[in-house]
């Protein structure tokens, strides 16, 4: 089970693309209401979650995944059920993935810390130990994956799938929406 944390201010398309293509693959995905069941975007999209955050079992969890979005991001760390979670699925070895300006909660923890990472350039000085790669468009080192913006969504989403189900599986869905690098 892969689950995608969505807090009011969330970025759409970081939320949505990887929820669509993993979708794609064959995995079981649940969008996560933080703090709703109905939670607001950046862009005044409202989306209908699947679960609540306190639904969350975490002995099913493959992966969390945390969108960014300026608020969505601070909204994230305001909820202390959120944070938990994160920490716990990374203590447990679980895969952590975070694009845009999600990535400086893991680096707020010290998860990336010695870390091959990306984020949203503009918030590279937030990133404290971790090693930046900030040309690359998705990273994953070990069981954390990091992506840089929304533009960059369907590559993100495209580790997601590669890290659960295999490059072949990650190539088939790329070819399916014909993405082209």
Do not use: W
């Not at 939670?39 to 989306?47: E, F, L, N, P």
């Not at 993935?97 to 590279?124: N, Q």
């Not at 900030?134 to 580790?159: H, N, P, R, W, Y």
């Amino acid at each position: 089970m892969v689950y995608i944390l969505l807090a009011t201010g969330f970025e759409e398309m970081e939320a949505l693309t990887p929820c669509d293509l993993l979708r794609r693959a064959g995995v079981e995905v649940k969008l996560v209401g933080v703090d709703g069941a109905c939670v607001t975007g950046s862009h005044a999209i409202g989306v209908q979650t699947d679960i609540l955050i306190d639904d969350v079992r975490l002995e099913d969890a493959e992966m969390i995944v945390l969108p960014g979005g300026l608020v969505g991001v601070e909204n994230l760390k305001k909820s202390d059920k959120a944070m938990r979670l994160v920490r716990e699925a990374h203590a447990k070895g679980i895969y952590v993935a975070a694009i845009c300006a999600a990535p400086t909660i893991l680096a707020e923890m010290g998860i990336t810390d010695g870390l091959l990472a990306t984020c949203y350039p503009t918030m590279r000085d937030q990133m404290g130990g971790a090693n930046l790669m900030s040309e690359a468009e998705a990273v994953q080192d070990g069981k954390i994956i990091t992506g840089t913006s929304a533009g960059t969504s369907v590559a993100f989403a495209l580790q997601l799938i590669t890290c659960l189900c295999g490059r072949e599986k990650a190539n088939e869905v790329a070819d399916a929406i014909v993405y082209r690098t």
